[in-house]
């Protein structure tokens, strides 16, 4: 982890009680006291969590990949499918013995699953060890909720939702050395009718542009190769903005900044994708040639029902646009199977569409219900196991694409950007600036640094060597 914190003095509210539990929790331990973290969900949350650790460091907290070592256990949660709460219920749960045997440790649950009001409800009633429950947009007040915890003897619930201005210059422990990510927004105002985001990230709200510049100034002149910007939809960037500001002029401006470094971002919506955006990609040498653009379901139909707001043929049309304008251009996608409603024509459209757009790789999920969503009160006929076997034919499908486009990429060359060595085969593992991924023989001082590297054959991952 980089020790990249930040100035302290973000809240001043906030970093008195951060001054204060310094002492107060070196007196409780008799030891520096050590946090142990654990993520779930979307990279927003893992960005989420650097800023909790940066909280955590300036109240004198240190880090451990132990539970048993910890006296500060965070769950960071999500909500968007049950599969992720369960396994937070299960982990959550697995605390109480701990607890049990350790009365001085503090056990918090923020992120999604906190914000909705059925799980935070369900925390405090059948979890009465967790002692602090706060939602997505009050965590820069942990130092608050700590202090407040350990004076009062009181259980800590905060889960104000108020779309208030955004908190700048948090503290930051950061994850990579030389990766980061960078919100450039918070928050959803598509309700697409499965997802729960909206309702606990709250509306759309872009951080001022000259912040945004100033953390990726700060983030290149410290070494920084690779700028993940975040959003929900960061297409939609600048909504409500007083300055005159779109995504794509917010790109160009960073592109500006000197310095060796690559710029990538998600999530794009498809509705709010422009030719500006797309021409800004092309003339912009920092960006990298990917777009992540989630199509969801290849039928109109469904579409509709989903609330997304675009044609299967207006997003065909978006992706020929996409094609003709960047070269060598890559496009990654999500997909949903079995949304309430969806027959097997409407799923076949959606295979169709793979088909024909040939996506560099899928993150595919099945329908999951959530509560207080409209989908989840649609009807819903179509078995789980039938499902099942809809997804099992997308993931054969989309093997068979990316086992006939291999053949394309093989011979070509890519800036590489190697970030760890392989555990099972000892290469260096990397992005291509158009999001392939490749493994190469190389020394390991390379990581973190630009390599230019040839794609010759793929065992299991595409084999590239370095040609300088
Ligand atoms: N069920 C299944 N997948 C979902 N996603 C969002 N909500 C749901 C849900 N209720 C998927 C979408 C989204 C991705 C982040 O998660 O494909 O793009
Ligand atoms: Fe959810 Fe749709 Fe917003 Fe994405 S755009 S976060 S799928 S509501």
């Known amino acids: 982890m980089s020790d990249s914190i930040k100035n302290p003095l973000y809240d001043a509210q906030q970093t008195a ?40 460091h300036v109240c004198g907290y240190e880090f451990t990949d132990s539970p048993e070592d910890a006296q500060f256990i965070l769950f960071n949660t999500c909500a968007v499918r049950g599969h992720a709460e369960d396994r937070v219920l299960g982990n959550v749960g697995a605390m109480k013995k701990h607890k049990k045997e350790n009365p001085d440790i503090i056990i918090a649950i923020c992120g999604c699953m906190a914000q909705q009001q059925v799980n935070a409800d369900r925390f405090t009633k059948s979890y009465p060890y967790v002692d602090i429950i706060f939602g997505t947009q009050v965590t820069h007040r942990l130092p608050e909720f700590i202090y407040k915890r350990i004076t009062s003897q009181k259980r800590i619930k905060e889960l104000a939702l108020d779309n208030e201005k955004i908190v700048e210059n948090v503290p930051i422990c950061r994850d990579g050395t030389f990766k980061a990510f960078v919100s450039v927004m918070y928050g959803c105002n598509n309700f697409c009718s499965y997802c729960i985001v909206p309702y606990v990230r709250g509306a759309e709200r872009s951080r001022e542009s ?106 065909l049309s978006l992706i020929e646009s996409a094609k003709e304008i960047i070269p060598d251009v890559t496009f990654t996608s999500d997909i949903i199977v079995g949304f309430p409603g969806e027959t097997k024509p409407d799923f076949e459209e959606t295979l169709s569409l793979i088909k024909q757009v040939e996506f560099l790789s ?86 973190g640094e630009f390599c230019t590297v040839k794609i010759i054959g793929y065992e299991n991952a595409f084999i590239g060597e370095i040609i300088r």
């Open 17 to 56: 009680f951060a001054e204060k539990l310094k002492d107060m929790l070196l007196a409780r331990h008799g030891k520096k006291p050590k946090a142990y973290i654990v993520t779930y969900g979307c990279q927003q949350n893992v960005s989420d969590s650097e800023k909790i650790k940066g909280m955590l």
């Open 210 to 315: 000259k912040e945004i510049i100033k953390e990726v100034e700060e983030l290149v002149a410290a070494g920084y190769k690779e700028i993940m910007l975040l959003g929900q939809n960061v297409n939609s960037y600048g909504l409500g903005l007083k300055e005159d500001i779109n995504f794509a002029r917010l790109l160009r401006r960073i592109n500006e900044i000197d310095g060796d470094f690559r710029i990538r971002f998600m999530t794009s919506h498809p509705k709010d994708c422009t030719i500006e955006l797309l021409e800004t990609i092309r003339d912009c040498e920092k960006i990298e040639r990917h777009l992540h653009l989630p199509f969801q379901s290849g039928s109109n139909r469904i579409l509709k029902m989903m609330n997304r707001r675009y044609t299967r043929e207006s997003y």
């Open 362 to 447: 899928l993150f595919t999920f099945i329908y999951s219900p959530r509560n207080g969503t409209p989908a989840a009160i649609m009807d819903d006929p179509v078995s789980r196991e039938e499902k099942g076997e809809w997804f099992s034919r997308l993931l054969k499908l989309q093997e068979e694409i990316e086992n006939k486009k291999r053949e394309e990429y093989i011979g070509k060359t890519y800036r590489v950007l190697a970030e760890e060595i392989s555990v099972k085969t000892g290469r260096l593992v990397g992005k291509s600036s158009n999001g392939i991924g490749v493994e190469f023989p190389a020394n390991k001082n390379l990581i």
